[in-house]
């Protein structure tokens, strides 16, 4: 996982999500994202393996997005499901 992160450089293909338009693969690894941190936090392990799905959805997904979700999961309003 470390060899995959240091040489990543932009989103790679996703089977689940061949069309171009990419908003739900951005959405899905900003779930993964915070399901992964969440579940391994909750295991006391290391959330380095999470690092992959952040780098994805900040290379897909739009900073406004992000920013709102972020404070959606703050005031307990955010729609998914982590």
């Known amino acids: 996982i470390a060899e995959k992160i ?15 338009n990419q908003t739900r693969n951005c959405f899905q690894n900003y779930l993964d994202f915070h399901r992964c941190n969440k579940a391994l936090s909750a295991k006391d392990q290391d959330v380095a393996p999470c690092d992959w799905y952040q780098r994805v959805y900040k290379s897909l997904c739009p ?19 982590i």
């Open 63 to 81: 900073m406004s997005w992000v920013a709102k979700w972020d404070d959606q999961i703050e005031n307990g309003s955010f729609p998914g499901k």
């Open 6 to 20: 240091k040489n990543y450089r932009t989103a790679p293909f996703d089977a689940r999500f061949p069309n171009t």
